[in-house]
């Protein structure tokens, strides 16, 4: 996959080398080249820490295993307990091995042609997830009913009551794609693409983003979302488009629940 010529490539500043951002001009900002075992590493001990958190939750306050049956707290103490660890993943990479600028080492910016996200996100929502996960109705049925695959989020929307309503959407529209963006683009697809083909890189993270949902229904869909978001960061070289269509694909699923 070619690179654009207006960004440096990843991977361009030797490992080793500590640059500050604030001593560069932005279009020669360096890539961060983190050891590829302390990526994969650093990613699996992020959701470990999750994982525990959440199974102490469970455990402590006798949580359901069903979405419809949790208590509204748990929806937003849920998001925090993945949330945080991943977020103090990257602080840690990003003062430890990258250049101690956030925004920086993570391309965490936006600009104007990155509304173009907003129709990417929304036909991904409404016809590529369909288009994608059609066959697999064809041949597995049972497994990828549409009640399947719009099971998850039925119940967490119907669990929602009053102001909790507005914590979902927050957390559905807002926290989890930039959260989600800067982790799986911004730290892994980023790091990937510094050791690795430009290809492998965005097919690892997409099998690393669809995995880690969890359900076998919304793989093929999640897995291919993964995909149109990788290769937007990777033709702008910053989280702009693939946040902003992440935004609107979440978003769009939420209306289709409300409406239907």
Excluded: C
């Excluded at 820490?49 to 199974?55: D, E, G, M, S």
């Excluded at 965005?202 to 993964?226: D, K, M, S, Y």
């Amino acid at each position: 996959m070619s690179r654009p010529t207006w960004d440096p490539p990843f991977g361009e500043r030797p490992y080793g080398e500590r640059v500050f951002a604030h001593e560069l001009p932005h279009a020669a900002t360096p890539r961060v080249r983190y050891p590829f075992v302390w990526l994969l590493l650093g990613w699996l001990s992020a959701y470990a820490v999750a994982t525990v958190v959440q199974l102490f939750l469970i455990s402590a306050f006798d949580i359901s295993e069903t979405a419809s049956e949790q208590p509204d707290w748990f929806l937003l103490a849920g998001a925090l307990s993945l949330w945080v660890p991943q977020l103090t993943l990257l602080v840690l990479f990003s003062r430890l091995m990258g250049t101690a600028a956030f925004v920086d080492d993570f391309r965490l910016r936006f600009r104007l042609v990155d509304l173009w996200g907003v129709p990417l996100g929304v036909l991904s929502q409404v016809l590529l997830v369909g288009l994608v996960t059609w066959p697999f109705r064809k041949w597995f049925p049972d497994a990828f009913d549409p009640v399947e695959v719009e099971d998850r989020a039925r119940g967490l929307y119907d669990s929602a009551r009053g102001p909790w309503l507005i914590v979902l959407g927050f957390i559905v529209v807002l926290g989890a794609p930039i959260v989600e963006e800067l982790v799986y683009r911004g730290f892994l697809q980023a790091g990937l693409q510094s050791r690795l083909n430009d290809i492998v890189a965005i097919l690892i993270t997409a099998v690393f983003f669809a995995g880690v949902h969890g359900r076998i229904a919304e793989l093929p869909g999640l897995f291919t979302f993964a995909l149109v978001l990788g290769i937007a960061f990777h033709m702008t070289r910053r989280l702009g488009m693939s946040v902003i269509a992440h935004v609107a694909f979440n978003a769009t699923g939420l209306a289709l629940l409300a409406l239907t």
